[in-house]
């Protein structure tokens, strides 16, 4: 169906006298860079949310948020008009507050925040809204479930309890083993809370774990299950957007952003509670969805569920403190018995084998008898491309990124080697910058060599790789775990998007080439949860992981499915250097397009910070991992303090000849 657009009135772009109106608002604009104030006309009715049509200068009309409104006359002369957008729609004070909440938690704008908060077609969305008709749903059969066990039905009548018995803020950490059936509980719970008359939001941290949770909320309850992430189909994105705006939707999945919507859950469950993806690292504000999360919650009640089989160590503290509720599933639903886990040290066996080859004989033959048997195998290597880096024959340059000084990985899908950082793609055969040889060697294996690797060996296989550059295109992800699900393919081999919460009955092995890769909590985290793939349905699952550092406590942990050992010992350390959960902490990235200058006036930014705020420790400043991207040099400061309000008002006053990023965790 076409939408009709719908345009602000011709009179928003002239100026008039202030005198000639009684009231005025203050707008929030995404990305502007300040508050602006504009004239409300006498015969509309705006007030704090409303959405607003205005013009900053000659730009184009754009939609902005009110924030306030006030009969107080500007100190200027002349003012523009807002007009309400022709929905009428006006954003309720529990969305302000998160807004304004966010802005000042994370040390953000809330002109940058709302920029995050609104969907990129929110404009069409609004439109829609306006020709909106009530849509049919149509009852689906139900599937038939098994009996909960008792561990399930334990914790979900606690629970319950929590969910229909108490008042205010609440929150509980499912902490379940792999495979032990903690979605069914949710799926219980849910159903129990929409019964009541509650919404419920439901957080999953990849996109490629919304369709088999979307499709499981739907089966189990009966009617289709609206979705919101970034992947979706425009049709099927502003559906599921059409029914929270308008109030309609009681139950929503999303990825991360879903906690940013006009949503209003009674009950929240982030799935995979652990992931690092609920974090957002690529843009301001640098939100966590747990944060914003129980932050709602304990403004405005409702119960916070997190799940998980590698809870976060901040996470599993709460609980064990008490400030979360603590429920254990100790057992697979299934009875099956945890997966055999085998230690390969590939330092030994260079000395047995070719040292080209990634996969041991151990995994290789692992793979070949799985495939045989009819069975499926998840490979991780979380390491993206066919080689890690070029290297001159003549005079054993590195090939790096011309910008960002990082070497270039070759990537045979693209034909050339690509910057991870940039993004930007040479020639493989571009001659060395250093000496001008054209000779040069490919060093280090990365998953597409790995991927023609299992097809030349075990040719029998049916190979399907999932990573960032498979998953590019809209879909890609939903059908190629589609296929895998239905087993099109035999083998999926993967970055650390494939340990990631999915439940594949027919795997029955699981590999991880490069088991070093990574450090402390996330090391423990992928390895266990990839590790916990293996034979979730049938038992006997098997688990190879290849490591450099065989004796490594933390894949000595993983091996061993003790997370409660890991938890103690990583605590403790974090304990003696003064890490969250002991502590908050911030990563601040300070740029300048002039590395003298930036290393300069660093040093003296940290020692203001150190001098002025004594409850602040400060580390730094040093060279960022990649001290350069694009032309902007990098460097790296650490804040530490009790509290997120002490480095907040440390960092009230920046430099304003830097370049400035605050990340707080």
Known sequence: MR???????????????????????????????????????????????????????????????????????????????????????????????????????????????????????????????????????????????????????????????????????????????????????????????????????????????????????????????????????????????????????????????????????????????????????????????????????????????????????????????????????????????????????MKKKMRTQDSSLLLSTELREAISKTVDEGNQAIILMNRRGYSKSRICVECGNTFNCPVCKVPLVYHRQHSGLLCHYCGRLFPLYAKCPECGSSEFELAGGAIEKLEEEIAEWIPQAKVVRMDRDTTANVGAAEQILSDFRERKFSVLLGTQIVAKGHDFPGVQLVGVVGAEIGAGERLFELLSQTSGRAGRANGNGRVILQTNNPDDPIIQFATAHDYLGFAERELAARFEAHYPPYAKVAEIRIGHRDAEFLHQHAEIFANDLATKNPTVEVLGPVDAYIPQVGKIFWMNLLLKANSAAEIRNALKELPSDLEIRCNLN
Not at 128 to 152: M, R
Not at 170 to 195: F, P, Q
């Open 3 to 345: 939408i009709p657009r719908t345009l602000p009135p011709e009179e928003i772009s002239k100026p008039l006298s202030c005198k000639a109106f009684s009231r005025f608002c203050e707008v929030y604009v995404p990305l502007a860079p300040m508050l602006f104030t504009y004239a409300i006309p006498a015969d509309f009715n705006i007030q704090r949310g409303s959405v607003v049509w205005v013009q900053l200068g000659h730009r184009k009309p754009e939609i902005a948020v009110v924030s306030k409104v006030s009969e107080e006359v500007p100190a200027f002369e002349k003012i523009k008009q807002a007009f309400p957008h022709a929905s009428g729609y006006v954003f309720d004070e529990r969305f302000m507050q998160k807004l304004e909440w966010t802005s000042k938690y994370y040390l953000a704008t809330p002109m940058q925040s709302l920029n995050a908060f609104l969907p990129k077609d929110f404009e069409k969305y609004l439109d829609a809204l306006i020709v909106e008709k009530e849509e049919i749903v149509s009852a689906k059969p139900q599937k038939e479930n098994p009996p909960l066990t008792v561990e399930q039905n334990a914790a979900l009548e606690e629970l319950k309890e929590l969910l229909f018995q108490q008042n205010g803020f609440r929150g509980a950490l499912l902490h379940g083993v792999t495979g032990s059936g903690k979605t069914r509980v949710y799926m219980e719970l849910a159903s129990s809370a929409l019964a009541a008359g509650k919404n419920v939001l439901i957080l999953v941290p990849e996109i490629g774990l919304a369709p088999q949770t979307a499709s499981r909320f739907s089966e189990f309850l009966g009617f289709s299950v609206p979705v919101i992430h970034s992947a979706l189909s425009a049709p099927k994105k502003r559906s599921a957007w059409l029914k929270i705006l308008s109030g309609k939707a009681h139950i929503v999945i999303g990825t991360r952003s879903a906690i940013l919507s006009p949503f209003h859950f009674d009950l929240v469950i982030l799935d995979e509670e652990h992931d690092s993806s609920y974090k957002q690292e690529d843009s301001t504000p640098n939100y966590h969805a747990r944060t914003l999360a129980l932050y709602e919650a304990k403004k405005w009640g409702a119960l916070v569920l997190l799940g998980s089989a590698t809870p976060s160590l901040e996470t599993f503290s709460a609980a064990k403190s008490g400030k979360l509720k603590y429920i254990v599933l100790t057992h697979r639903a299934t009875e099956v018995e945890m997966p055999q886990v085998t230690i390969v040290d």
